[in-house]
């Protein structure tokens, strides 16, 4: 007879599995239902003026970031950043409360409710960024983080371009609704109810190929900033993120723009698009683990800009054109490569000690405050009829700046990877 493969084997595995899922699931639900169906809600459901949707987004923006910085610092002082059972546990209730917020969303019927909504909202998704981003150093080995990276990020990206080309909140909703019951009584069960997996898991940041990121030369509980490169890539990735919703959600509201990507009636368009998410995942999660830091920021941010810098040249010389397929797959790629290393930054930036508070850190101002403040500015400057062109060159001279401290960080000399010190 065959010998059974010990359960131990596919623990990994299983780990791998629930990462990938959970991480692609709340980018998917975040870019999608949070950053676009919002705003239809507000919209065409309730017929908010732009002023008071913009509002509403920095209000989600400010309280989801306050949120998630609370509750990775108390994570952090009471160790349970350590704790692989009170993360998950804790990630439960979220896709729980939010699973039922989803529901919710679509009967909304005045300001009030929607700003009820967007508060207790704000609680969950808050919650939910060391919770979830936490579990990197349970789940992930420290050198397979750009590959689980990346089907992370193919997972989100792929579905978001080809089947959700009707961004209508009932439409995201029902979309969302059937993978997030199952998923939420799912993992309600597997981290409430005591099981030998969730034991064998919840070691697994001892082992060596687990837990410290690579950027971290000393183990340890460090009460301290965790140093100049983590800063410089908090300012960079805020940067990225601003721009990209900043230039996005006028793009999308152009229909020169979006009838020949985004909202195409071509299948072909919207599954190239999607190709070139999936493409570009897969080669920044395989370069990933190859470079080094000023390199990773370096050609990430300059790609970036050269992709907002093309759509300023169009809306300046050819407006009246339809834009080439070319400009929004090369979109796509940056905004792949640059989620890629969302997903895998901040975790190399920590040790199973400090991953909750810098991971909401990371994660809460480079991804929640400066997506959805910039989202409220989109529609701010909508609101108040800015010219579709002086628009993009607005973010064009983000670009431009972010590209400026792209080429400093090449200058300067590299004085070595973030240390954390024992406390």
Known sequence: MRARVPVTVWVPWCGLGLFVAAASAGYFYNLTFVQLGLVDLGERVLGLPPERIAR??????????????GAGLVMHHRQWSEDFHVKLRLLAVVVALQTALTAVAPQLRNEAELLAWIV????????????????????????????VAAAATSAAFLPAAVFSSDWRIEQFAAQLLWLMAPSAVALVVLAFVPS??????????????????????????SRRWPGRAFTLALLLMFGVYFIDS??????????????????????GTLWAIGG???????LAGILYPALGQRVLLGWIFALFALVQLSYVLHALTTPELPATLGMPLLYAVAVSIYTVLNFTLWADFSTPATIARNTAVGVGVSGWLATFLSTSLSIWWT????????????????????????VLLFLLPDRGQVQEEPA
Not at 57 to 66: E, R, S
Not at 120 to 137: N, R
């Open 383 to 406: 609101s108040v009829e800015l010219p579709f062109a002086q628009h993009l060159r607005a973010v064009a001279a983000i670009s431009l700046l972010l590209f400026t401290v792209t």
């Open 246 to 267: 900043l230039g996005f959600l006028r793009i999308v509201d152009t229909p020169v723009y979006i009838g020949s990507a985004w909202h195409s009636d071509d299948p």
């Open 56 to 69: 509403a987004m920095a209000l989600l923006a400010g309280l989801t970031l306050c949120v998630a910085l």
């Open 196 to 221: 030998p997996l969730t034991a064998a898991l919840a070691r697994q940041h001892h082992l060596p190929r687990y837990g410290t990121g690579r950027f971290v030369r000393r183990r340890g509980r």
């Open 120 to 147: 207790v909202a704000s609680a969950g998704l808050g919650l939910g960024v060391p919770s979830l981003f936490g579990l990197t150093c349970d789940l992930v080995p420290t050198r397979h983080r750009g590959t």
């Open 276 to 282: 070139a998410h999936v493409v570009a995942a897969v």
